[in-house]
Each structure stands twice: as structure tokens, then as C-alpha cells.
Nanobody, 124 residues
Framework: QVQLVESGGGLVQPGGSLRLSCAAS????????MGWFRQAPGKQRELVAA???????NYADSVKGRFTISGDNAKNMRYLQMSSLKPEDTAVYYC??????????????????WGQGTQVTVSS
């Protein structure tokens, strides 16, 4: 059974930074793409960043230039570095794998495994 565990959320002021981590119980990231999603109250869950097993990345327009997705296959870890945070980034952030997505494609579909989520609140 694959388990994904997010950490690193919290309260931050506008303009601040946070780094989220996603730890997998097995080496699922070594052969599969992975995505960071977020869900704000009253809104649908949205994909904000994705990374292939080889390190190719893609971002939602709303976070381009501010968020960076990365990973360490040897440690079964994925990260989301978030900078220049805005109040509209407030949401519960989830990691998901295996993300059905290939670099260069606009189509994607979430995989079977989700973390429990970590709250990110951007507020002064």
C-alpha cells in the first residue's frame, strides 16, 4: 500500500515563502509522475505543479515563476517551494501519484494515491 505524507504547511504573510514536502512509503516517484494539488474552500481541487520521474516540470499559470517543484528519487521525496505567496494561494495542498501525465501534454489525470493534505494560509 502506498502512503503519501505531506508536511510543511502553515501560516505565512503575503510575500513570504514555504516549502512543502511529500514523502512516499515506496519508490513510486522513481517511475511515475507526481502532482501537487490544492483546494480552497468552495473551490474545486486544482493541479498547481507536476513533475515527471525524470524531472520535467509544468505549472499552472497562477503559480508560474513563484512555485518550484522538485524531488529526490533516492529519498522518495517531492517538494514544492512556494515564494511570493498571495492570499489567493490559501488552500489545503495535496500530493498525488502516480499522476497520469507526460511532459508536453496538457491532459492529465490524478492517480490513486493522495496524501492527507497540509493547510497553507497566507494572511497578514
Amino acid at each position: 500500500q502506498v502512503q503519501l505524507v505531506e508536511s510543511g504547511g502553515g501560516l505565512v504573510q503575503p510575500g513570504g515563502s514555504l516549502r512543502l514536502s511529500c514523502a512516499a512509503s515506496v519508490s513510486i516517484f522513481s517511475h511515475n509522475a507526481m502532482g501537487w494539488f490544492r483546494q480552497a474552500p468552495g473551490k474545486q481541487r486544482e493541479l498547481v505543479a507536476a513533475i515527471t520521474s525524470g524531472g520535467n516540470t509544468n505549472y499552472a499559470d497562477s503559480v508560474k515563476g513563484r512555485f518550484t517543484i522538485s524531488g529526490d528519487n533516492a529519498k522518495n521525496m517531492r517538494y514544492l517551494q512556494m515564494s511570493s505567496l498571495k492570499p489567493e494561494d490559501t488552500a489545503v495542498y495535496y500530493c498525488n501519484a502516480p499522476l497520469a501525465w507526460e511532459y508536453g501534454n496538457s491532459w492529465w489525470s490524478p492517480g490513486d494515491y493522495w496524501g492527507q493534505g497540509t493547510q497553507v494560509t497566507v494572511s497578514s
